[in-house]
């Protein structure tokens, strides 16, 4: 996308030099106005050719055959440029919406639950709860907000207030999801998705592999907690840029996902009056 920015920036400086050069040229070698002049070019270029103003000298003659040569291959490539880069855009657009979609799918079947799990048994949050609540009327500075306060948060998660058999026996019911979005070839547009997937799923294998959670080491149960903040981190930060997205682009979701929020002890699916003066259908 960058490479082909350059190359349409690179053709309209071009094409805008080749213009002035032209109408400037053509005015002093055939005695026009310059309204003539730059008339004269921009349908030659264009490929229009009128015919109604016409070089009568050798010179305008050989300096149309160069506008000729230059000018319409440049014009061209602002045309077939310009036309590739809004072609990509809504290619982009598209592949955007679908990683939404499943990103959508993920926090809808575990990627919710597991941050409320989390944040639950984690001895900072009280400090932070506040400032990670979304409402129907956050704005695009409170999202930002909530970025700059995560930045150094550390994301520590008491593991002994953690019921590491339940969240195991969650984690392997979700595995075919888990495995269905790490193979689906879409999100290899979105690296940090992915990056937290693969957290997800390790911590997943970890726990799997494990059949007695009471006797587990000290030594063990730092290794877990260490793969525990990795994914939690990962899945805060998605959760905000995910709910980012939809305050913009789905309202209706974003309605939902604020009434359900994981950091809200009072989240409810029901929509009271208070709620509902808030939101925008």
Known sequence: MNSLRFRLRFYLIALLVIIIFGTITFKYIEGVTLTEAFYFIVVTIATVGYGDIHPVTDAGRLLTIVLIVLGV???LGVVANATELMLNRREQQSITNKINMLIGVFFSEAGTKLIQLFSDSDP????IRDELQIRAS???HDF???QRHLANYPFDVKITQLDLAGLC???QEKRGLLVGLLVNPTLLEHAYFTD???AV????EELGYRTDFENIPASDREHLAGDIKRAYKRL????VLYMKYLKVHYPYLFSLAVRMSPYDRSASPVVTSVLASSIKE
Do not use: N, P
């Not at 799923?201 to 997943?204: A, G, V, Y």
């Not at 805060?236 to 959760?239: A, D, L, N, S």
């Open 196 to 198: 937290l997937l693969r």
């Open 138 to 140: 956050s704005k695009a």
């Open 73 to 75: 291959g440049t014009f």
């Open 201 to 204: 799923f390790h911590l997943t």
């Open 236 to 239: 805060v930060e998605q959760w």
């Open 124 to 127: 900072d949050m009280e400090t």
């Open 169 to 171: 026996s969650f984690l």
């Open 144 to 146: 930002d907000m909530i």
